[in-house]
Structures are given as C-alpha cells and as structure tokens.
C-alpha cells in the first residue's frame, strides 16, 4: 500500500506547468517518430539523449520516459494503415490492424490500439512499483559471482528470443557487442587493450555514438532499402475513434493478462517489446472463442498485441532500474542517460534514491495520459504524418544523428564512430542479425568483464564459486536449459519423454 501512496506522491509533484510541458511536447514527439516507419523508439530516446544535457535530471528522465512510451505506441499508426510496423514492436499490430484499415475502419483500430496501450502500460507500471522495490534489496546480495552470471544471462537471453532466423546469430552479435566493450582502458587496473596505437580508441568505444550508429544511422539505411509501404484509405461511414466500452469490457480478461505478460517478457533481459506483442498475441489467440477471426482484423488480437508490447515498456525497467541490466535496447539507452544526469541505477538505487521508481511510474502515468489524449484527438492528424517521403525526411535525421553524437563529447571520433556502427548494423540486417545482442554486449561487457576478474581475485583464480554459489548456480542451470533448448534433438527428446509420460498417466 505504501507503493501506491509513494507513486501519487510522485505524480502529485509532477504537476508542474513545465513538467506538463515537457511531457506534451516529448509525447507528441514520440508518437511521430514511432509512427514513421525506420524511426524507432531506440533510435528516438538516443537522439533525445544527447539533446537533454541543458535540462535537470529529473525533467530529463521525464522526456526520456515520454519519448518511449509515445515512439512504441506511435508504431501501431503506420502497422495499421501502411502494413509496415512504425518500431519492430508493433509488427504484432499489422496482422488485424491493417484488415480493419483495408475494410474502412482504421479509426477504430487506432483507438482501439490506443485503449489497450493505455491498459498495458498501466499493467505494467503497477507491476513496476511492486516489484521493483524486493528486486532491488534482493540483488543486494549479489556479488561479482552472480552478476557475472547475470551479464552472461542478458546475453543468452537475447540472442535467443531476438533474432529472426537462428538463435546463432543472435549469439553472434552478442559477443561483437562483448568484443566492443573490451577496447579501451579495462575497468579494474585501466589498463589499455585493443587501441592498436589509437589514442582515441584507448578511451574506448562510446555508447552513445554507438547506438545512435546501430539504431539511428542504420535504421535510415534499412527504411531507405526497403519497402515504401500503401496507405489504407478506404472509409466505412459507421468508423469511429473512441472505441465502445462494450468492446473494453469484453477483453477485459484479455487486457489483463497481455499487460502481465508483456511486463514479464520486458523483465528479462535483452527480449524486448515486439516479443511481448508476440507472447501476447498468441497467448491471447490459444484461448480465445474467436480464433478464426485472428488476422483478419479481430479486435481481441489488436488489443492483445498493443496491451502487451506497451507492458513491456515500464516492465523494460525493473532490470534497468534495480540490476542495471537492461530489459530492452531502448532501456539500455536510457541506463545511459541515467548515468549521464547523475542517477547510478543497480542494487544501490533504493538506498541512495529510494523514492526514484516512484517518481518514474509517476513520469509513465503522465506519458499515458497525454498518449492517450494525443491517440485519440490527433488519430486523422497522424494520418498525414505518415505521407511525408523518405526522400525529405531521412537526411534530417541523419543530421541529427551527426548533431547528437558530437554533441556529447565533441569529438569528430564519435562522429566516425556513429557512421561505423551504422553501415555495420546495415549490413548485419540485412543477414538477419539482430541489433539488440549487439547493444546490449556492449552494455554488459563491463559489468561481465570487471565481475569475472574481481570473482577470480577473491577466489584466488578459482574457478568453483562460480558454479557452486546457490544463486550462481541458478544462473548456470537456466542459462545451460536456455541453449539446449535451441537443438532439434533435445527438443525431440524431450517431447518423448512427455509423450510417454502422458500415456503413463492415461
């Protein structure tokens, strides 16, 4: 109960005239980058990082936020009436949202799509505060033992659940994101490796540059490369915005447990919001009475699928807040920022800033209400947002890319940097390796790199804590069944035993 007083505590203090503004505007920003196919909500809160040094940290953290919530749900506008997914999150969203476009009904699709990320990032942020706070005093007892085993976890995790074609390749760009990491001073000893002579790689590679490079510059390669998407313009004269209550209440059950499960797919490490949508969706579609209508513009499944990739978004948090550990790529930016404006996410935050994850489910309330405000006001005004060509808009992102990298250390390095990762990650998309492993190794190397040296120092170089430590030990288990579970032949295995088993039974 005190969670709950504490976040309208927190809420009550954001009832700024500035702080309204800064939500306004951050939103509305969002909603239009995530509405333009190729912009995404990792690209957006990496750009607006560099842009918020001028501001407090608590105003920054509020942009930040309300960039997020507004870029993943911004999405679902071009998935409706284009058919091409605004941010990968939203690709759940096309499969009955553009049906309902194509059939004249895109207006109550994009409300539809509204209400239920309003619902799902509410789920998600009463899940937040709840679990949030034991997380945290749990991870106190961490040492170097299981975070290292946490950092390798980020990475298993990721690779699996995120790439398109084969868990290996998620794997892959997990360990060139490791690879990154070790250039530079080490951590522990500042010792230099892998600058080949380079004062400027001794410094090592920045994060920043380098995802504004994987999901800034790269992603305006990829838009440019691809498909232009045609906009459903078809009407139905009984389409409307607001959706019936009639329509709310009757995926009520629905609602629920898409938000609890986006919230839970966000907690673990490196998955990522378009992952929610897709647990959601096919949870939803198992135990749903209309089934048949799935794909072909039900309204249980758009409400599935946008519910659960918004739940991800404060469910992204609880691991970036209380492990440092980033949930998704766009929580990892901002684990960045959060250091940038002088705020040390990890197990220490509810000792050292004990009211910050009520202030941030405060600053999510506020991002939903104007998002909901914005989704259902401005639904034909986004409409035109999505006619802009890529020919007008693409270079004026690119610029801000350019801008927002040097903004943060003025160096042309970063800048080099930035156009580095951006034809990398280019040409890795376009085998089908994904960025967020990629990222996210980058993260992590640190914090696998220094916990393994400092876990070897206090064993004096051996090796068994590592396994033998109860939650160490856990780690190692879920991380060995995760791989296993990619081979065909442990798999097959298994669903004999089960098979036989169920026979035993009957």
């Known amino acids: 109960m005190s969670a709950l007083t504490d976040l309208a505590a927190a809420f009550a203090l954001l009832l700024t005239p500035m702080m309204l503004f800064h939500a306004a ?39 930040l936020l309300c960039m997020y919530v507004g870029a993943i749900y911004g999405g679902s506008r071009s998935a409706i009436l284009l058919n091409i997914p605004g941010t990968p999150a939203s690709a759940a969203t096309a499969l009955d949202g553009y049906p309902l476009a194509k059939a004249g009904r895109a207006g109550y699709a994009m409300g539809l799509a509204t209400v239920g990320s309003m619902i799902g990032t509410l789920v998600g942020i009463l899940l937040l505060v709840l679990i949030a706070p034991p997380l945290a005093e749990a991870a106190l007892n961490f040492g170097s033992f299981e975070f290292f085993w946490l950092a390798v976890f980020g990475i298993v ?56 490079g994987a999901f800034g510059f790269a992603e305006i390669l990829n838009a440019m490369w691809g498909r232009a998407g045609i906009l459903a313009t078809a009407k139905d004269k009984s389409d409307r915005i607001l959706p019936t209550l009639s329509d709310v209440w009757r995926y009520k059950v629905t609602s629920i447990r898409s938000g609890i499960i986006g919230t839970l797919v966000g907690i673990i490490p490196g998955v990522g919001e378009d992952i929610g949508a897709w647990a959601s969706y096919v949870a ?100 035109q947002v999505l006619r802009v060509p890529y020919a007008n808009l693409m270079p004026i992102v690119f610029v801000l890319c350019v801008i927002g990298t040097y903004a943060l250390s003025q160096r042309i390095f970063d800048i080099w940097v930035m156009v580095a990762f951006g034809l990398v990650g280019f040409v890795l998309r376009q085998m089908k390796y994904p960025m967020a492993p ?30 033998t430590r109860p939650v160490s030990l856990v780690f190692v288990v879920i991380i060995a069944l995760s791989i296993l579970a990619n081979f065909a032949s442990v798999r097959r295995w298994v669903t004999g035993i089960l098979a036989r088993a169920e026979k035993r039974d009957a």
Do not use: C
């Open 157 to 212: 995790i990721s690779g699996q659940l995120t790439a398109d074609t084969t868990p290996l390749k998620g794997y892959i760009a997990g360990i060139l994101g490791l690879m990154v990491a070790m250039v530079g001073s080490e951590g522990i000893h500042a010792h230099v490796r892998f600058s080949f002579g380079s004062s400027d790689l001794a410094g090592g590679i920045g994060l920043i540059p380098a995802m504004v």
């Open 438 to 467: 990629l990222v996210l190794g980058i993260i992590l190397g640190d914090l696998l790199d220094k916990s393994l040296r400092r876990g070897l120092t206090l064993s004096d170089g051996d090796l068994v804590p590592f396994f």
């Open 25 to 63: 505007w951050s939103t509305l920003l969002g909603i239009i980058i995530g509405s333009l196919p190729g912009l995404t909500a990792t690209m957006g809160v990496a750009l607006m990082t560099t842009l918020t040094y001028s501001l407090d940290s608590t105003s920054a953290i509020l942009v």
């Open 284 to 383: 939803a579609r198992r135990t749903s009475k209309e089934a048949d209508r799935y794909g072909k513009g039900s309204h249980e499944g758009l409400t599935a699928a946008e519910t659960g990739n918004s739940a991800v978004v404060p469910g992204s948090l609880i691991p970036a807040i209380t492990l440092a550990v980033p949930g998704s790529a766009s929580s990892a930016v901002l684990i960045a920022a959060l250091f940038i404006h002088g705020i040390r996410p990890g197990p220490l935050i509810m000792i050292e800033q004990p009211q910050f994850v009520s202030q941030v489910g405060a600053m999510l309330i506020l991002a939903t209400l104007f998002m909901g405000l914005y989704g259902l006001s401005l639904t034909r005004a986004f409409v």
